[in-house]
């Protein structure tokens, strides 16, 4: 297949864009998040191309995207604390998790009954929206199991070929993908951490809890978020967490790995100093979600053997990083 590439300042490529989605085809487009890969959400055929496209696992569902509460009352059974969420958080990056109504098919669920939506601030995302008419299922546009794309670029690299259109919008303002909640139960449950952290929601609902990152396969473990199950976001070098005080035993690291000639990157704090070959800095935790998956890919362009990177701060955004730096590395933490 031919992927065709535009710019999100192009009003009439916006406009095919949402043909090819009415039509049933997938469109890669910018979030404030991360990129995401575009399809009907109400149409079964486009949502199992979206899973072959990726590669993704059938079980892992998929978020549905819409412009207004009023849109997700028509797919999903919005309860009051989904509401509030909502109404508190949107547009923006927070997804809810609420009970399906029929219309949605199982394909985009995964199975399950209930159903995942978000209302991005993205107007390029939003003009997705309007232009298809669509509620458009779009989970990150990286092949499964890599790192989230937040360029055009990345997607290129992943998808070229796999999909009828890509829209260029330059970087993604957040870099990680939206705060997960679940809004089934008494409280509502953060499932996947992002930009709206824990703090937040308390704020709203004092007995919301988060769910614990775990190691995936870990016995016992059953996420009631399917995707976080799965091997995520792993570059090709090995990647290395250090928590606590990192600098002596980074150094340590750093002096094995190159003894044994190999290349060693690291991800480190602004103010932190090492003698690696590539290094990429961060000043805080934001800037950390926002700099994270670039960061991976391009230090496995550069053919970096191993990837140490200083665990972020103990804040709430530090929280959401860590959760996807953990999974980057394998649960593999000093
Ligand atoms: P992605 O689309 O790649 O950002 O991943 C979507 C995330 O939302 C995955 O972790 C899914 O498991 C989660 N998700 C989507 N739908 C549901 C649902 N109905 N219940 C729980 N988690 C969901
Ligand atoms: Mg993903």
Sequence with gaps: METKVIFSNDS???????????????????????????????NEIAIK???????????????????????????????????????????????????KKDIVPLAATGGLDTVAIRIPSSETARALIEYSGAYIAAPSANISGRPSPTTAAHVIEDLSGRVDM?????????????TVIDTTGENPVILRPGKITLPDL?????????????????????????GMKYKHYAPKAKVIVFEGDAELKIKAELETIQKNGKKAAVFCRASSKYSADFAVKWQDSADMARLLFSTLREF?????????????????????????????AGYDIR
């Design 12 to 42: 009439a490529g916006l406009k095919a864009a949402g043909e090819i989605i009415k039509n049933g085809g997938l469109v890669v487009f910018p979030t404030e998040t991360v990129y995401g890969i575009g399809a009907d959400g109400l």
């Design 49 to 99: 191309n979206i899973y072959i496209a990726k590669g993704r696992p059938s079980d892992n569902p998929l978020i549905l995207h819409t412009n207004s509460i009023e849109k997700a009352e028509k797919i999903g059974y919005i309860n009051s604390i989904a509401k509030k969420i909502f109404e508190t958080f949107s547009p923006g990056p927070v997804t809810v998790v609420v009970k």
């Design 166 to 178: 890509i829209i260029d919008g330059g970087d993604a303002d957040i870099g990680i993908e939206s």
């Design 202 to 226: 308390q704020k709203l609902f004092p007995d919301a809890t988060a769910e614990k990152h775990m190691k995936e396969n870990t016995e016992g473990y059953k996420p009631k978020s399917p």
């Design 300 to 328: 496995d362009k550069m053919g970096a053997d191993v990837i140490l990177c200083e665990a972020p701060d103990n804040d709430a955004m530090g929280e959401s990083v860590r959760n996807r730096l953990y999974k980057s």
